[in-house]
């Protein structure tokens, strides 16, 4: 079935340095979804991406679709001790309509 | 809107007893999941339903566990008899019916089986 893979599992920067991390699903997506979960709380959505080569910024963020729509990235620009957290990817299942699958999400740890 | 409701927030029960988690989806959603989390497995879908519903329940782990939507607004989990292992955060999501649409997931239920 279908897999979506994240890397890395753990990330730690001090404030203030850049975050980047990469999903990448075995099929084509039709789109992808990005969640941020923080400790101890429930998924958020914060964005989707749709198009071949897409790329959307949330004021430090930066949320990127690949060409062929087999990955995506998220980029954080001087991460703040606000971006702690869980970010997960999501695509649609491809078998069963309106169902996700979650990649196994990055963890950001941002030392002050 | 309140969000996605979920009761108890706070589950701790003993082994082989009978635990019930409580959703109310976002009113006007067509989709209700829900996932369970863990730190050994991440965030699993357990089964999901569209308009009341079960589409897939795939990710049940097994005759335990059980899942029902009786209407629109609420949705319940059940799991009988809980075990030791199906300790994890459980989270209710619902989504509105445009194919793919974000997901609001509401603050979970931290089940301990004991």
């Known amino acids: 079935g279908q897999q979506v893979m994240q890397i890395p599992q753990y990330q730690h920067v001090q404030e203030g340095e850049d975050f980047t991390t990469y999903c990448n699903s075995s099929t084509t997506l039709s789109n992808i979804q990005w969640y941020k979960q923080r400790p101890g709380g429930h998924p958020v959505f914060l964005i989707q991406l749709v198009k071949s080569g897409e790329v959307k910024k949330q004021k430090r963020l930066t949320f990127q679709f690949g060409e062929a729509k087999k990955n995506s990235s998220l980029h954080i620009t001087a991460t703040q001790t606000t971006d702690v957290g869980t970010y997960f990817c999501a695509g649609p299942s491809g078998t069963s309509y309106g169902k996700l699958t979650f990649g196994q999400g990055t963890i950001l740890t941002v030392h002050p | 809107d309140a969000g996605v409701i979920q009761s108890p927030r706070h589950e701790v029960t003993e082994m082989g007893q009978e635990v019930t988690l409580r959703c109310k989806p976002i009113?006007?959603?067509?989709?209700l999941f829900w996932y369970r989390q863990t730190m050994m497995r991440g965030l699993e879908l357990l089964i999901y339903?569209?308009?009341?519903?079960?589409?897939?329940d795939s990710g049940m782990p097994e005759d335990r566990f059980s899942a029902k939507m009786p209407n629109a607004s609420f949705s319940t989990l059940k799991i009988q008899p809980s075990e030791p292992r199906d300790s994890a955060v459980y989270f209710c999501a619902s989504s509105r019916d445009r194919g793919f649409d974000e997901q609001f997931f509401g603050p979970g239920t931290r089940l301990t089986v004991l």
């Open positions: 009113s006007g959603h067509d989709y």
């Open positions: 339903f569209n308009n009341n519903v079960p589409i897939d």
